[in-house]
């Protein structure tokens, strides 16, 4: 069992857990994950590594509560137990001095550019970050990448804070200053992550993405995590979850991440009655 040492809202239904897993915050490195289950009878689900403490012995979480079990695990607090963190998994991040190294997040992807920002710029490279959110509140982990990178870009939507627009068109603004750019990484929403593959593409710059399929065991067995990437098949689990912008199938990913919606949607729906209920166990 691994207990919750300190749980808190960065936004609404975004919420960050320090959970304590001492062998994990050893050897986990940028870019990788754990997969999660809540107890015995649990899904399984992957989340990446946000921070970790060696000397606490203690990983970061940030989820999103957006389907059944990570509104579950949203209920959760300092002292609760999870039955199972297995990991770390997946293929870290590949860092070195690029130059100029941008890291994008969009909502709760911001969680996964934050480890890389801060590798990148151990490197010795000069890094942005664009952090993108509906509004104001949605901006997470701004005064954290402040504290590691030359620059941070918080964009909002609907224009309540910092740039009035996506990240897409913050990247394009810098591109269209002249601003050389030599890496992008990009993690959030399928449609973000095309929008800037989308827009880094004839610039030539190498763009990565952390990819989100469904995925069950983390260990390359099941299949579920395949994913297209340059016309062959990869394993999002151990060949990923980062992947080369410009060579993924993005509209085979969305189509794959609709499977179970309707699935998940009615258990969602069965969640929310029982939580309305008190029926909670």
Known sequence: MFRILKADFLAPEVKRFHIE??????????????????????ERIPLTISDADVTEGWISLIVQGVGKTTMALNLLESGDLIADVAGPLGVPSHIENFGTAVSIGGGVGTAIAYPTAVALKEAGNSVLAIVGGRSREYVILEQELGEVCDEVYPTTDDGSYGFHGFVTEKLQELLDTGRTIDHVLAIGPIPMMKAVADVTRPYGIKTV????PIMVDGTGMCGGCRVSVGGETKFACVDGPEFDAHQVDFE???LR??????FEHRKLQEFQCRTQSGDIT
């Open 257 to 262: 991440n609709r499977t179970y919606l309707e």
């Open 252 to 254: 085979l990913l969305t």
């Open 209 to 212: 993405v952390s990819l989100n």
């Open 21 to 42: 897993a001492p062998r994990i915050a050893r050897k986990r490195l940028p870019g990788q994950f754990v997969i999660v289950r809540l107890d015995e009878h649990g």
